[in-house]
Each structure stands twice: as structure tokens, then as C-alpha cells.
């Protein structure tokens, strides 16, 4: 059964409403990576990642895909318009919080230095990809 657009909105705010999630949207601005990243980068628990990731498919703004043992993470934005708008605005809003802008910049460390890290040395780099230009310049 189709959701009504209301109930739609209501999900994307939900989604949008934990902080843990916009740190994971935030991290996923023009990256496609794996879950060892994201605990690195947010020093979190690999459940609660793999927990809020989870929520974020489910909603629709999250794409995974399996590459032998590892699943990468993509951000995807809404088919409607006015729904990405609201993801692009929330993104772009929150680039400039300084914990995002922390998180960003330990991912780009670890990414450029990946073999200090035990549990990531064999896992897959962080790989750019072309989503939300709007957003990605911004940053």
C-alpha cells in the first residue's frame, strides 16, 4: 500500500531526527564507504552504526551494496523534489556544526592513513562518489 505524502514527510523527518543519523548523512556527502569507517570517524560501537544505517535504508535516503564481504554505503536522495530539497537544506545546514566538521575531518585522516587503524586495514577506502554537488561544494 502507498504511503500518503504526509506520512512520507514524517518519515524523512524522522529519520532526520537523531543526531547519530545526520552525523552518518553528513559523512556520506560525496563518500560511499563501509561501516568500519563510520565507527572509526564517529568513535561509536559498530551496532549502533550498523543500527542507525539500518534506519536510514529503510527510509529510503541510504543505498547498500554488497562487494564480497563488505557493504558499501551510499546517501540517496528522495524522488520527490520537495524531499530533497529538504535533505540538500538539512545537509547543507548542518556542514557547519562543529562536530560534523570534526567527524569530516577524522574521516579524511583515516582514509589518507588507513593501515594505523587494526580493523579497517582491510577494508575498502572510502570512495568518492557524484551525489549532492549542491552539497558537496558547499563543504
Known sequence: MEKFPTERLEALFQA???RTRLRLLNLLVGEEMCVCYFVEA???TQPKISR???YL???GLVTA?????WIHYQLRLPASP???RILRLTLETIASDPQMQ???ARLQSISRAPQKFVQIQSGPLPTAVPCCPEVSDAQ
Open 82 to 84: 520537495q524531499f530533497a
Open 57 to 59: 535504508r529503510r527510509s
Open 16 to 18: 532526520l531526527a537523531d
Open 102 to 104: 570534526k567527524d569530516r
Open 52 to 54: 542507525h544505517l539500518a
Open 42 to 44: 564517529l568513535r561509536t
Open 65 to 69: 551494496q554488497r562487494n564480497g564481504k
